[in-house]
């Protein structure tokens, strides 16, 4: 009985690491928080005149929160959920990509991954060096625009960002 015990314990100390190879923890965004970013999106965009829509999505770019001012246009909300998607899927800012692929004809394939929209707008949102989540933002005049509202919004809850 002993030896069965033994044989087992020493299994199971090999066995758990490997286990542990097999799957992995992420921190990704919770919904309050990206409701709070949406919000405060529209709101940075409506101080300055411009009606937007803004999304924000997990780790995966998969959509928390999509919140649009009452007079954005019906285009707005879709091209906001592509920003935050491309900038959570690259971990980057949209605008950085932007002039990536407008400096680098190499890279101007960028453009042609499904979902991905090359504008400035989107941000990635990040907890030290780890990717979370990310803001997009679409309907300013201007990606540049877009991207100071996000800036805002993200600088609004930083604190809660850690």
């Not at 995966?60 to 879709?78: C, P």
């Amino acid at each position: 009985m002993k030896n069965v015990l033994l044989s087992i314990a020493f299994v199971a100390a090999f066995a758990a690491p490997a286990l542990a190879e097999d799957t992995v923890k992420q921190t990704s965004l919770g919904t309050a928080l990206a409701v709070d970013l949406a919000t405060a999106g529209v709101a940075a965009c409506s101080a300055d005149g411009y009606n937007v829509a803004v999304a924000v999505t997990d780790r995966a770019g998969i959509l928390l929160a999509l919140v649009r001012a009452e007079n954005a246009g019906a285009h707005t909300a879709n091209a906001a959920i592509a920003k935050a998607y491309t900038s959570a899927s690259s971990r980057n800012p949209t605008s950085g990509m932007a002039e990536t692929v407008t400096k680098n004809p190499a890279a101007a394939g960028l453009a042609d991954i499904p979902g991905f929209l090359v504008l400035a707008g989107g941000m990635p949102l990040k907890v030290g060096k780890e990717t979370v989540g990310a803001i997009g933002i679409g309907g300013a005049p201007g990606g540049n625009l877009d991207e100071a509202c996000a800036v805002k919004a993200i600088e609004k809850f930083a604190d809660r960002l850690k």
